[in-house]
C-alpha cells in the first residue's frame, strides 16, 4: 500500500482539529465519571476512540505514560488525573493543528480541575512510526484507534517503536477494530475510509500475533464489543461486514520457550477429588475454584481428556489473576 494513505489520514484529522465533529469516526470511547475530575465541552465532542486504554489497575503506582495519537487530550486528562508527577505524561502527534487544540483543551481542563498541572504533560509533535522518545523511558504506552489505520507493514513498525520505548514489564494499551469477516479489498484501499477507522481492521488472530510477534510475551484481551457495521446501501460492499473493537494489553517480559501466553478470557475449574491438581507444567488448580488460564494453558489442560477439569470457551474479558 502506498504511504499516501498517511497523508489523507493526518488531513482528516487536521480537518477535525479545525472543524471537531462529534462522532467523527470512533463512538464508544468511554468518559469517566471520577471524583474532581471535570471534562471541557470540547474535549467531549472530540472524543474519538474505540474503547479506552485508560485502567486503574495498570496505573496505581503513577507510571511514565506515553499516548500515541493525543486526539482532543480526552485520555490524557484521565491519565493524569492518576500520575500527577512533572512530565509523567508524553503526548504524541503529526498533526500540528491537533497537538493546538488539545493544548487549548488541556489548559481549559486545568482551569476546571485544581488538582491538575500543565507540567505533568509533554505534547510532542512526532509519529508513531518513529517516536521522539528514548529507549526504555515509559512504563506504559497506550493508542486509541490509530494503529487500525497503518498498513500490516507499518503497524509493524509501529509496534516495535512502542516496544523499544517500553521499560521491561512495561505495558502496551490499545483499543482498536477488528474484523474476523474481512474487509474487502476496495474498502480497504479506500484511503479516507482507512482513516475512519472503518477499513482497516485485522482479524483478531492475526492482530494478536502482530503483537507478540514484536517480542511482546503477554497479550491479555481485556474487552471485545460490537463496534460498526459496512451495509451495501452506504458502502461499495455486497455483505453487511460486522465490525468489533477490542482492548488490549500486551506486556514487555520476556516470550515463553513454549511461546506467547494469549489470554482471552478462558477459564479452568477442577472438580475433582483431591484438593486441588497440578499439571507439572506450574499450574495448580484448586478444587472447585476458577482459574483465568491463557490459551496455551487451556489447550494442554485439553489434551489431558480428564472429566474432572472444566474449561470454557474465550470469553474475550480478561482482568487478571491468570495461570502465568
Known amino acids: 500500500m502506498s504511504q499516501t494513505y498517511l497523508k489523507t489520514a493526518r488531513d482528516v484529522y487536521r480537518e477535525a482539529a479545525l472543524d471537531p465533529q462529534k462522532g467523527l469516526c470512533c463512538t464508544t470511547s468511554p468518559v469517566w465519571n471520577l471524583p474532581q475530575l471535570e471534562i471541557p465541552e470540547k474535549m467531549l465532542e472530540m472524543n474519538y476512540g474505540c474503547g479506552t486504554t485508560v485502567h486503574p489497575r495498570d496505573l496505581a503506582k503513577a507510571p511514565k505514560v506515553l499516548y500515541v495519537g493525543v486526539g482532543g487530550g480526552m485520555e490524557l486528562l484521565q491519565f493524569a ?52 522518545v528514548e529507549d526504555q523511558s515509559v512504563d506504559l504506552a497506550a493508542q486509541n484507534c490509530l494503529f487500525n489505520i497503518f498498513s500490516v507493514e507499518d503497524l509493524k513498525r509501529a509496534l516495535s517503536e512502542m516496544y523499544r520505548v517500553l521499560k521491561p514489564q512495561g505495558k502496551l494499551l490499545l483499543s482498536d477494530p477488528i474484523c474476523e469477516g474481512g474487509i474487502p479489498e476496495n474498502l480497504r484501499s479506500d484511503e479516507r475510509l482507512r482513516a475512519l477507522c472503518l477499513s482497516g481492521a485485522l482479524p483478531l488472530r492475526q492482530y494478536i500475533d502482530l503483537i507478540t510477534d514484536t517480542g511482546f510475551g503477554t497479550v491479555e484481551i481485556r474487552a471485545r464489543r460490537p463496534y460498526r457495521v459496512l451495509d451495501p446501501q452506504h458502502f461499495h460492499t455486497d455483505r453487511l461486514i460486522f465490525i468489533e473493537s477490542v482492548e488490549v494489553c500486551a506486556i514487555k517480559d520476556p516470550v515463553p520457550s513454549d511461546g506467547p501466553c494469549v489470554f482471552t478470557g478462558r477459564t479452568a475449574i477442577y472438580f475433582g477429588d483431591e484438593d486441588s491438581f497440578d499439571d507439572s507444567r506450574g499450574h495448580v488448580l484448586p478444587q472447585n475454584q476458577p482459574l483465568a488460564v491463557c490459551d496455551k494453558t487451556a489447550e494442554a489442560l485439553k489434551a489431558l481428556n480428564r472429566e474432572d477439569i472444566f474449561l470454557s470457551e474465550s470469553t474475550y474479558f480478561y482482568e487478571g489473576g491468570g495461570c502465568c
Do not use: T
Request: one cysteine or more; charged letters at 30%; proline letters at 6%.
Open 81 to 132: 488525573y492518576f500520575s500527577r508527577k512533572p512530565h509523567s505524561i508524553i503526548g504524541i502527534d503529526p498533526v500540528e493543528e491537533m497537538l493546538e487544540v488539545c493544548r487549548q483543551n488541556l489548559k481549559g481542563a486545568e482551569e476546571l480541575n485544581s488538582w491538575l498541572k500543565g507540567e505533568w504533560l509533554d505534547l510532542r509533535l512526532g509519529d508513531a512510526l518513529d517516536l521522539p
